[in-house]
C-alpha cells in the first residue's frame, strides 16, 4: 500500500497531508511519498509542479510512484488531499475517477465503515480523483483512492483526518 500526499509543500500546501501520510505509514507499514517541492513551483518545461496532472508524470515523484509499484508490489494508494472546510462539503471527499480507479465494492466499504467511524462521507461530491489515479491505477492489479480530507480534520492537534486515513488502509488490508 503506498500514500501519496503530492501537495504537502508550501506555499499552496495542503495543510498537514504529509504528515497524515506519514504517520499512517508507520503505523500501519505502508509506504508514504510526500512531495518536497510546492505546486506553485515550476519544473523545468515551465509547468506547475503539481504532481497530480498528467505533465507531471516524468518527475521523480511519479517516477517513484511507478517503482513502487513494479519493484514492491504496491497494488493500492491512498491519494491524501486537503479541501477547505464548508458547511456544503463532507469532512471526507472519495473519488475514483467514476469508478474506474477501485473497485466498486471496496470503496462501497471504505464508506461505510467511515460513516461508522462517525465521518460524514461524500462519493465524488467533488473531487472525482487526478491525474495520480488516472496513469498508476487501473482498477484491477493496482486500485485507488483520493481522499479529500476538510480543513477542520486537519487542523493541528486534530487527530481524526489520520484516523480517516485509517480506516481506510484497514478496510482495504481486509478486502484486498
Known sequence: MLITAPHAQGPGADVFTGEIAWKVAQATGAYALVATVSRRAKLEDGNP????REWARNTPFRRR?????????VRFIIDVHGMESDPVRPDVD???LGGRSAKGKLVSKIVKRLEEAGFDVGFEQEFQGGDILEYHCDGERVQGVQLELSEE???????RAIQAVLVVVNTVLEEV
Open 65 to 73: 510512484i511507478d517503482e513502487l509499484i513494479k519493484r514492491y508490489g
Open 153 to 159: 480534520l486537519r487542523e493541528l492537534g486534530e487527530y
Open 49 to 52: 509542479a503539481d504532481y497530480n
Open 94 to 96: 472519495l473519488g475514483t
